[in-house]
């Protein structure tokens, strides 16, 4: 039998429920909020993510699903939405009438990381993307978003950790610092680091090693190389999280895996999770508009693992299990007929509607409909129909009353307006 590829999984009917009710509280909340919806493509010119999430990161490194179409083209199954969502931004010019917009998209990305609880190769986010301002109360917002979300899903114990990463004046002379400290450390850093402490030093700050870690403990710390507008822009992101009483960590080592960003980072973590505790991360990336082709216009964002955020949430699947409201048992060939009319008038009509087209005994029928957790069911038997009205069985109470078949879906219909 042909199994599913490695890393990847089916989202099955009784998670689904689940899902659509996250997305849909999310759209909700995007929607209280003024974002937009927009949907980029999966894939795209690889050149989009080289240039967007960088060269030197593991993503774009090893982790991306790339390869050549018929024309030779490299493209790439998008391994996240912000560099996509940025060039659409650009190439319809969606600045022109007004700089200032908020998108969200939801859907899926592919990454080929090594898979384990938490990580897939094709995982969903929900984005959200701000352009065309610098201020930091936009930060706190993207922040205070995702905490509210986090409570309306009754998502237990997250932690907001935040870090900024400054800005090109500011950033280079702390890299500087770090090299240097690096260079002096060689020995005890694991085989991934020493690459990075020459590529991307920044890495190696939230490497997970314990040896790297050690190493870690001594070196300077970007927070002391902050210049005065980039600290105040930090300041103020904390200043407005503990006006909207969103506790918060200073988190040093956010660096985040994508090179982006510029002063404020952020992740909502997790206990529950293991080593994948991130449910949700994000920041600022004032500078990629324009590295993109785009004009000089600030921006910040977010995703969240919708993944993870369903393998944590507070909800009960079963609390999205949709029963049916009325199960049409038929039995008989003429009844079958009149029965089928019915059940499609009843489910036209918005009742969540079962029937049985198997022919089975009113033992049988009863004992499905029970099965689905009916709420009602609609007994029509060669009997019933002779005596020109048909049974409706309430199968909490077992009560049962009789319908005159002239109006069986008109009555069914006022019993459910009144429920
Ligand atoms: P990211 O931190 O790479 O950021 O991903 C965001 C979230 O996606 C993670 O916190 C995690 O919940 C989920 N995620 C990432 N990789 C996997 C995986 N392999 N399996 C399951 N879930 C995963 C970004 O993607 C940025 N584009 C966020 C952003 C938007 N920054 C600014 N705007």
């Excluded at 988190?251 to 960003?261: A, E, I, Q, T």
């Excluded at 009149?338 to 009843?346: G, H």
């Excluded at 005596?387 to 409706?392: E, H, P």
Aim: hydrophobic share 40%; glycine share 8%; proline share 5%.
């Amino acid at each position: 039998m042909i199994q599913l590829i490695r890393g990847f999984k089916d989202i099955l009917p009784g998670e689904v429920e689940l899902w659509q009710h996250i997305e849909k509280t999310a759209r909700g909340l995007f929607e209280n909020f003024g974002f937009r919806e927009i949907r980029p493509p999966i894939l795209e010119y690889t050149e989009l993510f080289a240039r967007s999430i960088g060269q030197d990161t593991d993503i774009v490194e090893k982790e991306m699903y790339t390869f050549s179409d018929r024309k030779e083209e490299l493209i790439t199954l998008r391994p996240e939405a912000t560099a996509s969502v940025v060039r659409s931004y650009i190439q319809h010019k969606l600045y022109a009438k007004d700089p200032v917009r908020k998108f969200y998209t939801i859907g899926p990305m592919f990454r080929r990381e090594r898979p384990q609880k938490g990580r897939y190769r094709q995982f969903y986010q929900i984005n959200a993307e701000v352009f065309g301002s610098e201020s930091p109360l936009v930060d706190a917002h993207l922040i205070f978003l995702l905490v509210t979300l986090f409570s309306r899903l009754s998502v237990p114990d997250t932690e907001a950790h935040i870090n900024s990463l400054g800005c090109p004046i500011c950033r280079p002379k702390f890299k500087e610092a770090l090299v240097d400290y690096l260079s002096s450390a060689t020995g005890t850093l694991c085989s991934d680091c020493l690459r990075r402490r020459e590529r991307n030093p920044l890495r190696v700050l939230d490497c997970k090693v314990p040896s790297c870690r050690e190493v870690m403990a001594g070196a300077p710390s970007l927070a002391d190389f902050l210049c005065p507008e980039c600290s105040s822009h930090f300041s103020m992101v904390k200043e407005s999280l503990e006006r909207l009483q969103i506790p918060f960590v200073i988190d040093k080592r956010l660096v985040r895996g994508l090179d982006y960003y510029t002063r404020t980072t952020f992740e909502i973590q997790t206990t529950f999770l293991g080593a994948q505790n991130a449910v949700a991360g994000g920041g600022r990336y004032d500078g990629l508009v324009k590295a993109l082709g785009g004009p000089d216009i600030p921006a910040a964002g977010f995703a969240i693992g919708i993944d993870r955020l369903a393998e944590i949430s507070g909800l009960n699947k079963n609390d999205f299990e949709a029963n049916p409201d009325i199960f049409v048992a038929a039995m008989g060939e003429e009844s079958t007929k009149k029965a089928f009319e019915w059940s499609c008038a009843l489910g036209r009509e918005g009742i969540r509607t079962e029937m049985d087209f198997s022919g089975k005994s009113l033992k049988g029928l009863m004992k499905r409909a029970d099965k689905l957790g009916a709420a009602r069911v609609l007994i029509v038997g060669e009997k019933e129909m002779q005596d020109g009205s048909v049974i409706l069985r309430n199968m909490a109470t077992k009560e049962q009353t009789s319908i005159p078949m002239a109006r069986v879906v008109q009555a069914i219909q006022e019993l459910f307006k009144k429920d």
